[in-house]
């Protein structure tokens, strides 16, 4: 068996402090994947919202008749 006769001890790199450009960078991208995660929440829930529309409407569940809005606005009188 070998004996080593030296013991070899690898140096931690100390931790730097991070830069100003670095800390911009951090904060810019954490406000994007935020704006992003929102962004894609809102769709998934418009997109399931439609297909629930769009199943309704072939089941023939949502009629045009007897709804309130059903595209016949009524004006006011202007005089």
């Known amino acids: 068996m070998i004996v080593p006769t030296k013991i070899y001890v690898i140096p931690k790199a100390e931790p730097r402090p991070e830069t100003t450009m ?13 704006a992003a995660e929102k962004r894609l929440t809102k769709a998934l829930e418009l997109r399931a919202a439609r297909l629930a529309k769009e199943a309704d409407v072939v089941a023939g569940v949502g009629s045009s008749q007897g709804k309130a809005g059903s595209g016949t606005a009524k004006t006011k009188d202007k005089f």
């Open 22 to 34: 670095e800390k911009t960078t951090r904060v810019v991208r954490e406000e994007l994947d935020a």
